[in-house]
């Protein structure tokens, strides 16, 4: 029998769900831009840097989606996700 406590924080978790979310959505918007022939890296950092959503296509319910989440969360799951796969 493993005596071994677990100890889990709840922010961490919070944050590894956000995190996953946005790396979904990111996803369904880069397949959403690529379908509909627009160059997805270009169009996504066009909003990020800008907040204008008519850089994000409305196939596929693409705009709605990344507007569900903040820029500056999906900057920072980005960074991060850059950052440890250094």
């Known amino acids: 029998m493993d005596n071994n406590t677990i100890f889990m924080n709840l922010q961490d978790l919070q944050k590894k769900e956000k995190h996953e979310k946005i790396k979904n959505i990111m996803r369904e ?3 959403a ?14 909003y990020l840097i800008s907040s204008d959503p008519t850089y994000i296509t409305n196939h596929n319910n693409a705009r709605a989606l990344i507007t569900q989440v903040e820029r500056e969360d999906i900057l920072e799951a980005i960074t991060e996700e850059y950052i440890e796969s250094m």
């Open 33 to 46: 831009l690529k379908e509909k022939g627009y160059n997805p890296i270009n169009q996504l950092c066009g």
């Open 29 to 31: 918007v880069y397949q």
